[in-house]
Antibody, heavy 127, light 108 residues
Framework: QAQLQQSGPRLVKPSQTLSLTCNIS??????????WNWIRQSPSRGLEWLGR?????????DYVESVQGRGSITADTSKNQFSLQLNSVTPDDTGVYYC?????????????????WGPGTMVTVSS | ETVLTQSPGTLSLSPGERATLSCRAS???????LAWYQQKPGQAPRLLIY???SRATGIPDRFTGSGSGTDFTLTISRLEPEDFAVYYCQQYNRSPRTFGQGTKVEIK
């Protein structure tokens, strides 16, 4: 059974960069079927998908429009992990951040639901 | 983006009763791309239903998903004490993936 474990600072100052890492066990970040996602949750925004990275002969990433340009999701195959970087944060970026796996369906990884989630990291943006 | 609207916002029921939760999409969602999650306080969401009607591993058969097109339903046939929680629908038909705002099932 795959598991995800998150790490990263819980307090970030406004205008700085939020960095979180998700360590994968029981699966590979380089899987040709899975996709690796970041989701955040806050009272004002509810559950918000931020973006994902996945490998299909080469690496791909895509993001929700609200973080496009200041968000980046990358994979580290040597450590079997993936990371979220969010630049120029504001208090509106405060929330619980989750990593999650879309296991993919079939050869080539048709989109699937998020079957494995990390435990969540409460991140507060405040000076 | 596909907006998912869940109703009702809160459902007050007693153990043993039937719960019916609704999720309406702002545009067509292929059934194989609709999921339901359960979330309890302080925990990550847990996958219940994928592809609109398939139960995830270990999910009891009192949870049933149905629907197609723009209207989807999660039914809990007989509420157990551990079922009182918040439930979210999610589409993974298109990017960005989107979630509904949630339905809270509380003890009456």
């Amino acid at each position: 059974q795959a598991q995800l474990q998150q790490s990263g600072p819980r307090l970030v100052k406004p205008s700085q960069t939020l960095s979180l890492t998700c360590n994968i066990s029981g699966d590979s970040v380089s899987s040709n079927s899975a996709a690796w996602n970041w989701i955040r949750q806050s009272p004002s925004r509810g559950l918000e998908w931020l973006g994902r990275t996945y490998f299909r002969s080469m690496w791909y990433s895509d993001y929700v429009e609200s973080v496009q340009g200041r968000g980046s999701i990358t994979a580290d195959t040597s450590k079997n992990q993936f990371s979220l970087q969010l630049n120029s944060v504001t208090p509106d970026d405060t929330g619980v951040y989750y990593c999650a796996r879309d296991p993919g369906r079939g050869i080539g990884g048709e989109p699937d639901a998020f079957d494995i989630w990390g435990p969540g990291t409460m991140v507060t943006v405040s000076s | 983006e596909t907006v998912l609207t869940q109703s009702p916002g809160t459902l007050s029921l007693s153990p043993g009763e039937r719960a019916t939760l609704s999720c309406r999409a702002s545009q067509f969602v292929a059934s194989r791309y609709l999921a339901w999650y359960q979330q309890k306080p302080g925990q990550a969401p847990r996958l219940l239903i994928y592809a609109a009607s398939s139960r995830a591993t270990g999910i009891p058969d009192r949870f049933t998903g149905s629907g197609s097109g723009t209207d989807f339903t999660l039914t809990i046939s007989r509420l157990e004490p551990e079922d009182f929680a918040v439930y979210y629908c999610q589409q993974y038909n298109r990017s960005p993936r989107t979630f509904g705002q949630g339905t809270k099932v509380e003890i009456k």
